[in-house]
């Protein structure tokens, strides 16, 4: 197993990415190839060896973060590594743990290639195996986490009006420590997120 391949960028592409090392190219599928530019020297690059019996495939990945959110996907019932790779190209790894936790499907199916399905087969399989990926992620924070069904029931409302998830994450932080009722929470939301527009 190759743990990480260190050399000088040498091409770059939409799929892939070549790195030498003495004198050998290496091409490695990354999620995102642009994030490497040509002519950088040292880069760092994690990858998995990807081996099956109709191909061969070296991915690489900027973190051991990326790759260990890669592995866990690929086990997914229904994902492969072209899907994997779609959703660690996302960038936002604690995000996902969060989508996961909370079941919340409706961040999931975002991703190319994942339906109600999969999605629930991403919650099912992955659900408290992701802790060490996100180590900062707390449940009782989450976004429609249990204890204040008021703010949580905002938050439900601020995302059927089309505000995304970080959004409405950002403005449940800042009320958290306020007793309202929804609608108070709503109109509060809507004050700050315009403000911050």
Do not use: W
């Amino acid at each position: 197993m190759i743990e990480f391949v260190r050399g000088e960028v040498a091409y770059v592409c939409a799929e892939f990415v070549t790195i030498e090392v003495g004198g050998i190219g290496y091409k490695i599928v990354a999620p995102n190839p642009f994030f490497y530019r040509t002519g950088d020297e040292q880069v760092i690059v994690y990858t998995y060896h990807y081996v099956r019996e109709d191909q061969e495939v070296l991915f690489g990945f900027r973190s051991r973060r990326e790759r260990a959110l890669f592995t866990k996907l690929l086990g997914v019932t229904g994902i492969g590594p072209k899907g994997s790779l779609a959703i660690v190209a996302s960038g936002d790894v604690d995000a996902l743990v969060e989508a996961i936790e909370q079941e919340k499907e409706s961040y999931l199916i975002k991703f190319p290639g994942v339906g109600k399905k999969t999605a629930k087969q991403m919650t099912l399989d992955l659900k408290g195996k992701l802790a060490e990926l996100a180590p900062d992620y707390i449940p009782s924070e989450g976004l429609f986490a249990q204890g204040n069904a008021e703010l949580n029931e905002a938050c439900e409302a601020l995302t059927a009006l089309g505000y995304s998830d970080r959004e409405v994450e950002k403005v449940k932080k800042a009320l958290q420590g306020e007793v309202l009722s929804t609608d108070q929470y709503v109109k509060r939301a809507l004050q700050l997120l315009l403000n911050v527009r």
